[in-house]
């Protein structure tokens, strides 16, 4: 069972306009949310993350928003630019736990010129 | 800059062969982890290890073995490789378990014919 859902396998946006992608998570005891990036060939890397006593992390132009009583993060991308076209991965974990983050399964983002 | 080292981007095995994945970190991390990559199914945790020559099961450890035998190496061993295990495979590290913002190799794409 996914603890981690991306239930948008892809998603498709003009240049300059705002991207959205969603999580949801089951598990109440995550307390540690992150983001990856991946480019075809290479691993992923860490973007964003966002502890559970806040709502809501912003760096550059990426912001990410957590709704606790949802279960639900979305990390926004404004303005979208070619060079974000990738792979984002969300992830989850435990603080206080194993630690080990648990990912989304992916959203492929394609940022159109 | 941390770097994670893959020994191999790329590798063609056959059925029933040992194969074996070679992780290098240069940041002195404690923790390193194995995943590996299949389309529409994200990143998948095979092992990990905490310290020198500890290991602890992921979620799909069947078929795997790990070997820490310095802190700065993890290797992943297939025993005997079988064509269910072509995948691409990420080797991860991080210091903190409590941030646990992994570091990610380029990955090694393993196809077993």
């Known amino acids: 069972d996914q603890q981690v859902k991306q239930n948008s396998p892809s998603l498709s946006v003009q240049e300059g306009r705002i991207s959205i992608l969603n999580c949801d998570y089951t598990n109440s005891m995550f307390d540690y949310f992150l983001w990856y990036k991946k480019y075809p060939a290479e691993g992923p890397t860490f973007l964003i993350s966002?502890?559970?006593?806040?709502d809501k992390n912003e760096d550059g132009r990426f912001t990410v928003f957590l709704n606790k009583s949802a279960k639900h993060l979305s990390l926004h991308i404004v303005p979208s630019q070619p060079g974000d076209s990738a792979v984002y991965f969300c992830a989850a974990s435990v603080t206080g736990g194993s630690y080990i983050p648990t990912f989304g399964r992916g959203t492929s983002l394609i940022v159109h010129p | 800059d941390v770097k994670v080292t893959q020994s191999s981007r790329y590798l063609v095995k056959r059925t029933g062969e040992k194969v074996f994945l070679e992780c290098v970190q240069d940041?002195?991390?404690?923790?390193m982890f194995w995943y590996r990559q299949d389309p529409g199914l994200g990143l998948r945790l095979i092992y990990f290890s905490y310290d020198v020559k500890m290991k602890e099961k992921g979620d799909i450890p069947e078929g795997y073995s790990v070997s820490r035998e310095k802190k700065e190496r993890f290797s992943l061993i297939l025993e005997s490789a079988s064509t269910n295990q072509t995948s691409m495979y990420l080797c991860a590290s991080c210091d903190s378990l409590a941030k646990n913002i992994q570091y990610f190799g380029a990955g090694t794409r393993l196809s077993v014919l």
């Open positions: 940041m002195d991390h404690e923790n």
């Open positions: 966002i502890s559970s006593i806040k």
